[in-house]
Each structure stands twice: as structure tokens, then as C-alpha cells.
């Protein structure tokens, strides 16, 4: 009855077995042979594995980190001494936005204004004494330097704060300008300035440090100097992104 019931659904079943390998199947003597029904061969999946441009680059631009005792190398330089002067050079940026950055009317507003003399160039606060005798007027002394005063007042128009001072004798009254989209954006190109000068005295602590170090270089192994040289890279690197992060959160204040 088995075997009967086997027969009928022979076709059924050699129409939805998927047939990959044609082999007959094995069987026994109690089994009688199945000629037309095939059994379906699973073959291995092998799949290989590209690295996608994607990572190739993640992976290029990846770099092995040094993390350099500074105890061990003080004979060298003194990495500590390194870090406070990088340090000290985003404390002066960030000081330098506090002061001459501010949308609200401060003395301090004209205090990043240099103004060149025959002596040379000077900033403006040296040369006058600023004070604010309203939110909408700064008034600059030049009772110290009363020659500069001409030089100080050029130095006022020629600046990106739309200045329009007017001179009386010795006397400087600077009228403010209203906080317009255009001042707001002037006040950006001042903060790029401001730390694009900041990357550029990054920069000098970084030089200044990477010839003490070579200066080592017959005392010490070349691969001590180029772990040194790299750990001072590494430190400068994080400390321009540090000047990046301060220019973008100003730019955001400025903007508003």
C-alpha cells in the first residue's frame, strides 16, 4: 500500500524537487529503484570578500597614535613645555574673540586695530585710550601721541567695521555702527583672521620644538627622534582642531 501510494506521488514530486545534479538514487534491496526522481544537490557557498574604496580610505588615513613618557625623553625636550606654549596660543585666540569679537559695543571692540606710524606699527590701544561714552559712540584720547592722531584715524576708516570717526583736536569720537547682517559678517572675517593667526603661532611652536629635537639627533637613535617628532605633530594637530572648534562656535554667535 506503501509503495502505491510512493507511485502516485512520484510526478508531483519530480516536478518541485529543483535539480541541480542529476544522480539516481541510491537504494536498497527492500526499495524498489525511482528512475525518473533526482535528489537535489547543495553546493557550498563561497563568497569573497573586496575591501570597498570606502574602507580602503578609512584605513589610509588612519595612523598609529604615539603616546611618548615625557619623563623619558626631558633630556631631548620637554613635551610638557611644548603643550603649554599650544596651549597658551588657543588661550590668547579665545581671549582675543572675548574682547574684540562681541556684538554688544565694548573698548574693546577697537583694541585689534593696528595703525601704522612713521615708528612703526602699533595697535590702537597703545598709541590712544579708548572709552565708551554710549552703546553708540567710543570716543579714542590721543592726548598721549596727539602726531599719531592722523595715522589713528586712517587706521579707523580703513578697517572692516565700516568706521566714520570724526577728529576734534585730539579727540577721536568713533560712532558705532547699528548691528546690521553685513557688520555681523565682518565680525566673521575678523574671527577667521584672528585664527589663521593663531595657526600660524601653532605652527612656530611646532618648528621651534622640531629643531630642538633634531638637534639630538647624534645623541640620540633616529627612530627616538621620529616617535619625538610625531607626538609633537600629534599635539600641534589636536590643538589646530581646538582653533577650528572655537572659529565655528563663533562664527555660530556672530551669525546668530
Do not use: W
Request: hydrophobic share 40%.
Amino acid at each position: 500500500m506503501a509503495l502505491s501510494h510512493l507511485n502516485l506521488l512520484r510526478p508531483v514530486l519530480y516536478r518541485f524537487l529543483p535539480t541541480v545534479v542529476k544522480t539516481p538514487l541510491v537504494t536498497s534491496s527492500r526499495v524498489p529503484s525511482l528512475p525518473h526522481m533526482t535528489c537535489p544537490t547543495v553546493l557550498p557557498n563561497y563568497v569573497r570578500h573586496y575591501a570597498t574604496k570606502k574602507s580602503k580610505a578609512k584605513a589610509k588615513g588612519q595612523t598609529a597614535k604615539v603616546n611618548i613618557n615625557a619623563a623619558l625623553v626631558e633630556d631631548i625636550i620637554s613635551l610638557e613645555e611644548v603643550k603649554e606654549d599650544m596651549a597658551a596660543v588657543l588661550t590668547t585666540l579665545k581671549e582675543e574673540f572675548s574682547r574684540s569679537l562681541s556684538i554688544r559695543t565694548s573698548p574693546g571692540a577697537l583694541d585689534h586695530i593696528t595703525v601704522t606710524t612713521k615708528d612703526g606699527k602699533f595697535p590702537l590701544n597703545q598709541l590712544g585710550q579708548i572709552s565708551m561714552k554710549s552703546p553708540q559712540l567710543l570716543v579714542v584720547n590721543m592726548t598721549g601721541f596727539p602726531e599719531a592722531t592722523a595715522a589713528v584715524t586712517r587706521a579707523l576708516q580703513d578697517s572692516s567695521m565700516g568706521l566714520n570717526p570724526e577728529v576734534e583736536g585730539t579727540i577721536i569720537r568713533v560712532p558705532v555702527p547699528k548691528v546690521t547682517r553685513e557688520h555681523r559678517e565682518n565680525l566673521v572675517k575678523l574671527a577667521k583672521q584672528f585664527s589663521n593667526k593663531a595657526k600660524d603661532s601653532l605652527r612656530r611652536v611646532r618648528t621651534n620644538a622640531v629643531t630642538r629635537v633634531k638637534k639630538s639627533k647624534e645623541s640620540v637613535s633616529e627612530d627616538t627622534i621620529h616617535l619625538v617628532e610625531k607626538q609633537i605633530q600629534q599635539m600641534a594637530d589636536s590643538y589646530a582642531a581646538d582653533i577650528d572648534k572655537q572659529l565655528v562656535t563663533k562664527t555660530k554667535e556672530l551669525l546668530g
